[in-house]
């Protein structure tokens, strides 16, 4: 059917009378998905439990100021200050169950009044998310990856910041939290909260073997696997996984054994697995106090590398091959390809902390305090954890997990999904005392909202 230009276009020169009325309009309509969630996952009382030591003075408890901080994060905003450009927002208000929102400093004052406890009480909430969805959907095999990430500031006076190894900001104050990292979910499990001046290991084992044994606590009873980097290498942390019944894979760092460049300059047999990949497998005991040795698997990728100076294109071609190596030890019953894409599969840990801190407020630090900085960046990982719990209620897993251990959803990030349906305006209405939510005619947002929505009121 053809249609005509005067159907089409419209003459819109005149510009609107700006005028702001009080009335029930909310910018954040997708937002009835994540309530319909916190009811089913009964987080308002899971809240209260993981503050129920601190003092309940005022209107604004301590939990309903963690509930308000994890809906400020998950639709999309940073600072405390921008608290000021939603605060009258009614579905807002609804979802945290307040009247009225506190102001700025109550909400900053407030942050500082946690402790210790209910950090480590909100740690365990995190990880009961988590775990939950986990082990129903692998209950056999647990792949966590640990890793650091550097949260700095440029502020000053900050507690607990320390000036460590920042290549992006030199000289700045931070944080180097090891974060516990659940590969089925591209979930955060746990964060040990540590200065900006350490080593990537310190503190490792005991956390690691902590992580498993709360998963443990969770009711899991299958296999938990490790995957570390280079930085959490040695015999102490090799030996303990063993014996704590975990099964590991862990990057050997060529510096700190100098003598796998002899190994590898004398090695003439060399095992393919593909084009691009081979390697040779290789015995070694760190010392001879060492309770055991471990196999190590040295792969070698042939890669391009690029010719320096004059060349001569009618004679060949200016590209040279050349090799780059890694070592990976490991306790595991797998052959050398598939460790290798096992191994490989740890980079996906990077991912989610990208996600947690462009698309929330992972990287921010709002708090002068330590502990109101630490409740801060719990609160941004359970908004991650339930934006993407929202997303595995409303989609079936894979029933196996691959080889490189992916997530068993297809997921996107949390701002797409803020941006495709959470950031939708909408009218609370009354008609009749019924309470109904009110969009624009938009068959997709309506048959994804619709979806989302009753996925998350079902059981997990």
């Not at 510096?255 to 300059?265: A, D, H, N, S, Y």
Request: net charge positive.
């Amino acid at each position: 059917m053809r249609v005509s230009r005067k159907n089409v276009t419209s003459a819109t020169h005149a510009i609107p009378e700006i005028q702001f009325e009080d009335q029930e309009l909310t910018s954040f309509g997708g937002l009835v998905m994540l309530q319909a969630l916190l009811r089913d996952a009964d987080l308002r009382a899971r809240l209260r439990a993981t503050v129920r030591h601190l003092p309940s003075s005022g209107g604004y408890c301590a939990s309903r100021i963690l509930l308000l901080m994890i809906v400020h994060l998950f639709i999309g905003w940073r600072r405390l200050r921008d608290l000021d450009y939603y605060c009258a927002d009614p579905l807002v208000k609804r979802v945290v169950g307040l009247e009225r929102m506190p102001s700025v400093s109550t909400l900053s004052r407030r942050l500082t009044e946690f402790d210790g406890r209910a950090v480590d009480n909100i740690r365990g909430l995190l990880r009961s998310l988590v775990a939950e969805r986990a082990i129903a959907a692998s209950p056999r095999r647990l792949t966590l990856d640990f890793d650091g990430s550097v949260i700095s500031t440029k502020a000053r006076g900050i507690e607990g910041t320390a000036v460590g190894y920042n290549t992006k900001s030199k000289g700045s104050r931070s944080y180097y939290p090891l974060f516990a990292v659940m590969a089925q979910t591209g979930q955060v499990f746990d964060v040990l909260h540590r200065a900006g001046n350490c080593h990537d290991s310190r503190g490792a084992l005991d956390f690691i073997l902590g992580c498993a044994q709360n998963l443990r606590n969770e009711g899991f009873h299958g296999v938990v696997e490790v995957r570390l980097d280079g930085a959490h290498y040695s015999d102490a942390t090799c030996t303990g996984l063993h014996d704590a019944g975990m099964e590991f894979s862990v990057s050997v760092p060529f510096e700190r054994l100098p003598q796998l460049k002899g190994v590898i300059e004398r090695r003439r047999l060399w095992h393919r697995i593909d084009n691009e990949w081979s390697y040779f497998k290789w015995s070694w005991r760190p010392s001879a106090k060492s309770r055991r040795s471990f196999p190590c698997f040295i792969y070698r990728r042939r890669i391009a590398k690029p010719r320096k100076g004059p060349i001569q294109l009618d004679l060949f071609e200016p590209i040279e091959r050349d090799y780059e190596f890694k070592v990976a030890m490991t306790n595991k019953s797998l052959a050398a390809a598939a460790l290798l894409r096992y191994h490989n599969g740890r980079g996906s840990q990077e991912a989610t902390f990208a996600e947690a801190k462009s698309q929330l407020g992972l990287g921010y630090l709002p708090s002068r305090r330590e502990v109101g900085n630490q409740v801060y960046m719990l609160c941004n990982l359970v908004a991650h954890a339930l934006g993407r719990e929202l997303q595995m209620r409303a989609a079936p897993a894979r029933s196996n997990n691959t080889a490189t251990r992916a997530c068993l959803w297809a997921l996107e990030r949390i701002g797409s999904l803020r941006n495709r349906l959470i950031k939708r305006a909408a009218r609370l209405t009354h008609p009749q005392g019924r309470l109904v939510l009110s969009f624009a005619s938009c068959p997709e947002a309506e048959r994804d909202i619709r979806h989302y929505t009753q996925a998350a009121s079902k059981a997990a």
